[in-house]
């Protein structure tokens, strides 16, 4: 178990025990989750740096580093991991492919271009963690775009003009994405056409959706978690958990799990 903290610090932890066994540093603070994978822990720093460090000592193998704005969505993305390559999203509106073993990039590909007057309008961050199904990765970006990618090519399969900066949820048929107004809006998974569009939850900073069963699930800022029918996108039920919910909610056997700002979890299964 390896985590990361706001002064650069990581820190790997037994995960039998908890006792420490061993600490590092990065010249940034750590939002991202750490990745683990092949021996090697992975960390994406708020400055766009990727460092991966062995898993057993703690000692630094290699680092890349991404070009960055001067404005960003505070946050940065988790990395997502493939056979033998480390998916990086970044606050310049791309994805990036690294090798694991030596950090060396493989392809990027724009996901929404940071184009506009101002340093506001060229905001284009993919902060949500890109999805990985089978050899397509999904991934969305702040600046409205959506788009499926051949993974191990880097070849953009489509690209759909709907994008959350949150991130995405991802069933058999939809990708599902929430817009920073607010839409939660349902893409067909294979060409990137607009399947719906529920409106109902405008200016409620709702959280990026999970898929559970045949329904999308969101959280908004007063505590309510929503359930969308993914065939049409109509709310089918919600639930009100206390404090505001921004983080997406996690989907694990059939059960979802919401944790609110005030740090209470609360799980969710789906009636038979």
Known sequence: MVVGGLKGEVIALDAADGHEKWTAKVGNEVIAAPA????????HSNDGRVTAFDAATGERRWFYSADMPSLTVRGTGDLTLGPGLVFVPGDNGTLTALGASDGSERWRVTVAEPDGRSELERMADVDGAAVLDG?????????NHTVAIDGPRGQVLWDSDHGGVRGLGLSNSA???TDKDGNVVGLDKNTGGSLWKQSGLLNRNVSAPTVQGDYAVVGDYEGV????????GAFAARSKVGAAVTGKPVEASGTVVVQSVDGKLTAFALQP
């Open 36 to 43: 683990i994978a092949g021996g090697l822990v992975f960390v």
């Open 135 to 143: 050899t397509v990765l999904f991934a969305t970006s702040f600046k």
């Open 175 to 177: 990708v599902v994405i």
């Open 225 to 232: 978690v929503h359930w969308l029918r993914l065939n049409d």
